[in-house]
């Protein structure tokens, strides 16, 4: 992709020549008000070094895409029929990063599936009225020609087995399947049931109260993955309680069962929703203000260190293996908006700070309103096929790594505040980059407001930005990244991408917005 340079001389004539406040202790914003401009000072600076020793490695493939298993084939097309616009959106990562995220197939619906040799259909999912999750789903050898042939070439995948009917027979057929027909050069992991610690839901009905936890599920892998693992890793896990709540599941509990037995295991999976719309009053308390606070995401995930110890105490690979805003689909007005997007980036990239490999945004059809695109349309609530902003979260972290051999992240947190964040891209001990997330919420039409980010003390006085901005927080449409936006029928960017340069190492960052700052 083309770098476009362009110089914002007319934004930065604007403001009050900057007292040339190098390398300043760090102090909170300053606010000030003039000729109707509300902004803050703030100066980044901070021991690069000592930075560098704490970073941790910034996976690739960071961000990644979940996908609800009873929709594999809409996102993908059946076989010998792909979906255009879902590989136009994997290839844009990979135009930026030359990496692709990897797509996880899975969620509830993975345990209502099974494989079946003669069916016609790629996949054929059943729904009861007014729902949108499958209540059966069979999938043939066309699921696999579809995973192997639809998306670009070098596309990777989770594959989610069924646990939940408590047959062994299910999940060998449909890894028998896999292996015959699936490339396995694709396959990151399998993965062997969703949620376990919700079968004993009424609406779930896997398993009893009286026999099941953590323990009963640990036993029952170390009996079933021996007889499927044919040499394959296993991803492990896919939790659904939060481990700040007294619960059994936990993967520390996990490690007590002696799940270090199991030698096909190579990833530990968490999954993650801190609200839900799964009821009207739970929906309600559903607000943009929660997701937009950068210090409380900091507070929320920070519950997650030690399941990340968990795994990491076994050299297990760590990943979130399905999360989004708000479960049963996400809110509408708050999920599938700029703020739902500057959350979804803060979020991931915080959690790479606390040793997280990979997280996985949680995609469906439909009410899907957390869902990085919807990729048929043809519902009642979604239409047209389109893109939401938290498509854009993809984008952003394919540019911060883009260009660097060994990405790693620092979150420089004593400058962090409820509304700024500062993460510091590493290449090897080399500090490449800044990402600087401003979360003020803006829903107004007066001015909007920024913050002067002053970069003097670490990168100098000439800086190149690319910027992703939208109208204002809760806009649903209108985002664009570097002056680039995403067509919504062929998921091609329009527009050309566009670095601002900056001469007096000061960058403007209003309300609602994400940079990432480059030395010049
Ligand atoms: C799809 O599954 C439903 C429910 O199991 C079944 O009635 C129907 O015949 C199947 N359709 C095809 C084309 O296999
Ligand atoms: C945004 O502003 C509109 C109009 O004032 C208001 O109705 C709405 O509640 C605001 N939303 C948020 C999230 O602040």
Redo the contacts with the bound molecule.
């Keep these: 992709m083309s770098r476009m340079i362009t110089t914002v001389v007319a934004a930065l004539a604007f403001w009050p020549a900057l007292a040339s406040a190098v390398a300043v202790a760090p102090l909170s914003p300053r606010a000030n008000t003039k000729a109707g401009l509300s902004y803050s000072d703030v100066s980044v600076s901070f021991d690069v070094s000592a930075g560098a020793k704490e970073s941790m490695p910034l996976n690739r493939q960071l961000i990644s895409v979940s996908i609800e298993f009873c929709y594999s084939v809409d996102f993908l097309g059946a076989a010998k029929s792909p979906n255009l616009f879902s590989k136009q959106l994997l290839q844009n990562v990979m135009d930026i990063s030359g990496t692709l995220p990897i797509i996880r197939l899975g969620g509830n619906t993975q345990d209502k599936a099974a494989y079946c040799e003669n069916c016609p259909e790629s996949m054929n999912s059943t729904y009861a009225p007014g729902s949108t999750e499958a209540i059966d789903i069979s999938f043939s050898k066309g699921l696999f020609t579809a995973m192997n042939e639809n998306m670009p070439s070098k596309q990777e995948y989770i594959f989610g087995l069924n646990l939940g009917r408590n047959d062994v027979e299910v999940p060998k057929a449909e890894l028998r399947a896999a292996l015959k027909y699936l490339d396995q050069s694709k396959v990151v992991a399998y993965e062997l049931g969703n949620e376990p610690d919700h079968f004993t839901m009424a609406s779930y009905g896997f398993r009893s109260k009286d026999t099941w936890n953590m323990a009963a599920y640990v036993q029952q892998t170390l009996d079933w993955l021996p007889q499927l693992s044919s040499g394959k890793s296993f991803q492990y896990g896919s939790i659904a309680a939060s481990p700040a709540v007294a619960s059994d599941f936990t993967l520390v509990q996990a490690l007590q069962f002696g799940v270090s037995k199991l030698k096909q295991v190579t990833i530990f999976s968490s999954h993650a929703y801190q609200a839900d719309v799964c009821t009207p009053a739970h929906g309600e308390l559903v607000?943009?203000?929660d997701y937009v606070n950068h210090m409380k995401t900091v507070q929320y995930y920070s519950a997650y260190i030690g399941e990340i110890a968990a795994a990491k105490s076994l050299g297990k690979i760590y990943h979130m293996g399905e999360t989004s805003s708000a479960a049963c689909h996400g809110k509408d007005g708050v999920s599938n908006t700029m703020g739902g997007l500057l959350w979804t980036i803060d979020y991931s990239f915080y959690m790479a700070t606390l040793g997280l490999d990979r997280i996985f945004f949680h995609n469906g059809r439909g009410d899907y309103f957390y869902s990085f695109w919807e990729p048929i349309g043809g519902s009642a609530s979604s239409p047209q096929p389109h893109i939401n902003p938290q498509y854009y979260s993809l984008l952003f972290h394919a540019s911060a790594i883009s260009g660097l051999n060994s990405p790693r992240i620092h979150r420089v947190a004593h400058l962090d505040t409820h509304d700024l964040a500062h993460y510091a891209i590493y290449s090897g001990n080399q500090l490449k980059k800044m990402v600087i997330l401003n979360t003020q919420?803006y829903?107004?039409t007066d001015t909007r407001p920024a913050k002067h980010v002053d970069l003097l003390s670490i990168f100098g006085k000439k800086l190149t930005v690319k910027r992703l901005t939208a109208p204002n927080?809760?806009a649903k449409t209108g985002v664009t990244w570097g002056n680039q936006a995403v067509d919504g029928k062929t998921g091609k960017f329009v527009g050309k991408e566009t670095w601002e340069s900056v001469n007096n190492g000061v960058v403007d960052v209003f309300a609602s917005e994400a940079v990432i700052i480059e030395k010049n």
Excluded: D, H
């Design positions: 607000k943009i203000e919420l829903n107004t927080t809760i």
